[in-house]
């Protein structure tokens, strides 16, 4: 068997979470491997966040178009799909061409090699017959692919998930969404305003059920005035292909259309990562991590496989972290052969321990902050968008936090009025009444996601109540009915 190669650390997944982590390091001088089998960058640029976010831009323009009429006089809305799949394939995926990303990867020093990666042992991965071996870690950032229920029939259909619903050239005439979560909202909803026939089929009681229930009746009121059929509490029992129409049959009933979208969630796929042979548990749905991403000594995670949250701030967030405590123990590592007058242990190159002294590591493991998901933000894109931050009203009472509750909907403020059409939404806030701040808030509307920005740093700085009250919000603004939810604190 071959030697394995040493090299200072191995990333196994370029996504978002592995391709920052992989760059910054290689940036900073270490040898870095980094190993990805399918594109540099993972879903989100490709299949994700910017694709569908392109999409929403596209569909809410139309939206807006359709309101000119009663404000501003009349307007024919002629959609076209044509442009959106155009810019998709151009500007945001390169018609899934990871070439740039790659090159720059490369730019900064880093190694790539394709194919897929496991672990063979403390610090080692095996790619296919190479073995890396490394000397600081390996960093895991492999992600998760769609979880699709094990539904009578389904597997032997030509269903999409969201890499076929992001790659569409010509849109169908109908459509099936089973599952009415982040993904299955946003894209029902654009797919609706370019006039798709779309129902969504839900197993819970409510779309978006991981929100307030205020939100998932905002977001379903949204959806239903665009056309969407909306069917809660329908757990789909059997799928079936004429070969042009599917029919999803559950809670009694019957639905068809010409394609099917299942985007019931995301699985990571631990069992495939070779954790046996470090004595670890790949069965697992996740895999745990501690405040600095440790899974155990020289085994970082970061990304949707530490079930923190799937979403692309939290990968960045976490590489950060691990960025940080890697370049700290190279820094000691190297601080320490100096001090015994052995060889650099930091890569092999020349330039590397003059890189890692300027890249701004703290040089001591007691610096690197430690993750903190108190005020975890999460947006979905539908529009009206629906941010939210920390604990919601029923999780915080769950943990028996002495709960205070503010609430005000955006109709009622300056803004939400003038804006008139197109104005749904609201402010919630959550209090713990003993410490006198937020722990949580969720804000619905035109701009929910950006509104949502001055309570994140309320729930993550902990803003005494006090002076949130006493701060001055602009006029007329819509987050100034940030103001008008903590009076109805109660
Ligand atoms: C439709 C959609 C819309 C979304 N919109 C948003 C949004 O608006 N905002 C937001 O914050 N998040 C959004 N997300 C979530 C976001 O895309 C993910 O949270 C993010 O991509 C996670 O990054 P990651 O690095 O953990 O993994 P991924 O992006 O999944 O990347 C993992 C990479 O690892 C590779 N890999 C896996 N196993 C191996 C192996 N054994 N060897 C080598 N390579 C391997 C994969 O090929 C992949 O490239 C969206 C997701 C979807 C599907
Ligand atoms: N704007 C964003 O930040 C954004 C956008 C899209 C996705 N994401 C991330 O991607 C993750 C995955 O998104 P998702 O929408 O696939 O998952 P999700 O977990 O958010 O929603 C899946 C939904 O499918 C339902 N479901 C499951 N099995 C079902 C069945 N058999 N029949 C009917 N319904 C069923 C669930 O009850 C759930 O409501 C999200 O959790 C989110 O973190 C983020």
Not at 253 to 276: I, M, N, Q, S, W
């Amino acid at each position: 068997m071959a030697e394995p190669e040493l090299v200072d650390v191995v990333v196994v997944g370029l996504g978002v979470g592995g391709e920052e982590v992989a760059e910054r390091l290689a940036e900073a001088g270490l040898s870095v491997v980094g190993v990805e089998r399918d594109l540099v960058g993972g879903e989100c640029p490709y299949w994700g966040c910017i694709p569908s976010k392109m999409m929403i831009r596209a569909a809410n323009a139309l939206a807006e178009a359709r309101r000119v009429d009663g404000l501003a006089g009349t307007a024919q809305v002629q959609p076209d799909w044509a442009p959106v799949a155009k810019r998709i394939r151009e500007e945001a995926t390169d018609t899934w061409d990871d070439t740039v990303a790659a090159d720059r990867f490369i730019g900064k020093g880093g190694r790539l090699v394709r194919g897929s990666g496991r672990l063979d042992g403390p610090r080692r991965v095996r790619v296919g017959d190479q073995v890396f071996e490394a000397r600081h870690g390996v960093v895991l950032g492999t992600g998760t692919r769609p979880s699709v229920p094990p539904i009578d029939g389904l597997a032997d259909t030509p269903y999409w998930t969201n890499h076929q619903a992001i790659e569409v050239e010509e849109l169908p005439e109908s459509l099936l969404v089973l599952g009415g979560g982040a993904i299955g909202l946003e894209l029902a909803q654009v797919f609706a305003r370019f006039g798709v026939q779309v129902t969504v089929l839900e197993a819970l009681d409510r779309v978006l059920a991981v929100e307030e229930p205020e939100a998932s009746e905002v977001a379903a009121a949204a959806l239903r005035a665009d056309g969407v059929e909306i069917h809660t509490g329908v757990r789909a029992e059997r799928v079936d292909h004429d070969g042009s129409r599917f029919t999803v049959r559950g809670g009694g009933a019957e639905f068809t259309a010409e394609r099917l979208l299942v985007v019931t969630g995301r699985k990571a796929h631990l069992a495939e990562l070779g954790l046996d042979t470090i004595g670890l548990d790949g069965s697992q749905r996740y895999l745990p991590v501690d405040d600095r991403l440790h899974v155990t000594e020289h085994l970082w995670a970061v990304g949707d496989l530490t079930g923190e949250g799937a979403f692309t701030h939290i990968a960045m967030y976490q590489a950060g972290i691990v960025i940080a405590d890697i370049l700290a123990r190279a820094r000691q590592a190297k601080a320490g052969a100096d001090a015994s007058g052995t060889a650099s242990v930091v890569g092999g190159a020349m330039g590397a321990s003059s890189a890692l002294a300027a890249s701004g590591s703290s040089g001591s493991a007691g610096t690197v902050p430690r993750a903190d998901y108190r005020a975890l933000p999460r947006v979905t894109f539908t529009d009206p968008e629906v941010g939210a931050v920390g604990l919601t009203e029923q999780q915080a009472r769950e943990r028996g936090i002495n709960v205070q509750v503010g609430f005000t909907k955006l109709s009622g403020s300056t803004r939400g009025w003038i804006h008139r059409v197109g104005d749904e939404g609201f402010i919630k806030v959550v209090a713990d009444a003993d410490q006198g701040v937020l722990i949580g808030a969720t804000s619905v509307g035109p701009a929910g996601g950006e509104v949502l920005s001055a309570l994140v740093v309320a729930v993550h700085a902990a803003v005494p109540l006090s002076q949130l009250r006493h701060m001055i919000y602009a006029y007329p603004t819509f987050h100034r009915a940030i103001g008008d939810a903590l009076r109805d604190l109660s």
